[in-house]
């Protein structure tokens, strides 16, 4: 099944001066993302998202990226949250129906110019980056926790390691941190690349 790619159409938008940047509902994307890497049967199933596959999650494509702190965002997920009121809220909201029929939970926006000219492997590496945003929320014992209805109860979160290169070379490594190291030492599953710099998301937590 090959990778869903952004239209023609929304592209050419992003050529266009003083346009802004265009944003439209990306279904195919979801269900790709739920065919091959959610579901046990996918060609890149990662066990890592299954408290994900009945999660009420939306994917955009943005025209194109944009720049943050000096970077280029490729792409982000949110939780979706109004925090206005009145009249602001209700134009949200009517967006928010008119693009998916209701209001999601969250929402992961990719950048459309990068995604229709990257590789096979930066595509992956982009979507499983943004998927780990969302993350299964824990109790104090660090046990997975449950919605009422017995779903995963899910919440952003970080990278698992924030650490200084300096500490590590001169103190050694956290656990947290050799388990990232234990991971780099072994043969990458899918292929190679660091998407994070390129992570509205991860920006968004330096701000």
């Not at 790709?32 to 955009?60: C, K, P, Y």
């Given at each position: 099944?090959?990778?869903?790619?952004?239209?023609?159409?929304?592209?050419?938008?992003?050529?266009?001066?003083d346009?802004?940047?265009?944003?439209?509902?990306?279904?195919?994307?979801?269900?790709?993302?739920?065919?091959?890497?959610?579901?046990?049967?996918?060609?890149?199933?990662?066990?890592?998202?299954?408290?994900?596959?009945?999660?009420?999650?939306?994917?955009?494509?943005?025209?194109?990226?944009?720049?943050?702190?000096g970077?280029?965002?490729?792409?982000?997920?949110?939780?979706?949250?109004?925090?206005?009121?009145?009249?602001?809220?209700?134009?949200?909201?009517?967006?928010?129906?008119?693009?998916?029929?209701?209001?999601?939970?969250?929402?992961?926006?990719?950048?459309?110019?990068?995604?229709?000219?990257?590789?096979?492997?930066?595509?992956?590496?982009?979507?499983?980056?943004?998927?780990?945003?969302?993350a299964?929320?824990?109790?104090?014992?660090?046990?997975?926790?449950?919605?009422?209805?017995?779903?995963?109860?899910?919440?952003?979160?970080?990278?698992?390691?924030?650490?200084?290169?300096?500490?590590?070379?001169?103190?050694?490594?956290s656990?947290?941190?050799?388990?990232?190291?234990?991971?780099?030492n072994?043969?990458?599953?899918?292929?190679?690349l660091?998407?994070?710099?390129?992570?509205?998301?991860?920006?968004?937590?330096?701000?």
């Amino acid at each position: 099944m090959g990778r869903p790619q952004p239209s023609m159409s929304l592209l050419g938008l992003s050529d266009l001066p003083d346009t802004g940047i265009h944003l439209t509902p990306a279904p195919e994307v979801w269900e790709w993302l739920q065919a091959e890497i959610l579901a046990d049967t996918g060609s890149i199933h990662n066990e890592d998202h299954a408290h994900l596959l009945d999660a009420d999650i939306r994917v955009m494509w943005a025209s194109s990226s944009f720049e943050k702190q000096g970077r280029t965002v490729l792409g982000q997920a949110e939780q979706v949250a109004f925090r206005a009121g009145g009249w602001q809220k209700a134009r949200m909201e009517q967006q928010m129906r008119d693009w998916f029929g209701g209001v999601p939970a969250y929402i992961i926006t990719l950048a459309a110019d990068y995604c229709a000219q990257c590789s096979d492997t930066d595509f992956c590496a982009l979507v499983e980056h943004e998927l780990y945003h969302i993350a299964q929320a824990r109790d104090g014992y660090g046990q997975p926790k449950f919605t009422q209805e017995g779903l995963p109860k899910l919440e952003m979160r970080g990278h698992d390691v924030e650490e200084f290169v300096g500490v590590v070379r001169r103190y050694g490594a956290s656990p947290d941190v050799q388990a990232l190291v234990d991971a780099a030492n072994s043969p990458a599953e899918v292929g190679k690349l660091n998407i994070a710099r390129a992570c509205g998301t991860c920006l968004l937590k330096l701000a």
